[in-house]
């Protein structure tokens, strides 16, 4: 059994800063692309970054610049450094991975329960 966990949200001025985790615990063999999401009420779920199994990185426009995502694999842990965070930051976020529980080929995708984040102006 899998599970990922955020954490490291909060209540941040704009202009500040949080850096997410998402932690893979469980029977994981492996952890594959992870991908980070947001919802902001009202909203759909926009894809925020791509964080890549060679450790590549990519970033949707609005955030590009401002966010960093790396991992560390030893640690089954994947982050999202968040700076000059600005109020339409605002939202829940939550981290997607694809994650091979045993040494078969086949990954299975994996959710976290989602970490809220408040930028205030």
């Known amino acids: 059994q899998v599970q990922l966990v955020e954490s490291g949200g909060g209540l941040v001025q704009a202009g500040g800063s949080l850096r997410l985790s998402c932690a893979a615990s469980?029977?994981?063999?492996?952890?594959?692309?992870v991908r980070w999401y947001r919802q902001a009420p009202g909203k759909l779920r926009e894809l925020v970054a791509n964080?890549?199994?060679?450790?590549?990185?990519s970033y949707t426009d609005s955030v590009s610049g401002r966010f960093t995502g790396s991992r560390d694999d030893a640690k089954k842990t994947v982050y999202l450094q968040m700076n000059s965070l600005k109020p339409e930051d605002t939202a829940v976020y939550y981290c997607?991975?694809?994650?091979?529980?045993?040494?078969?080929?086949?990954?299975?995708?994996?959710w976290g329960q989602g970490t809220q984040v408040t930028v205030s102006s």
């Open positions: 964080i890549y199994s060679d450790g590549s990185t």
């Open positions: 469980g029977t994981v063999f492996k952890i594959d692309d």
């Open positions: 997607n991975a694809d994650i091979h529980p045993t040494v078969a080929p086949r990954s299975y995708d994996y």
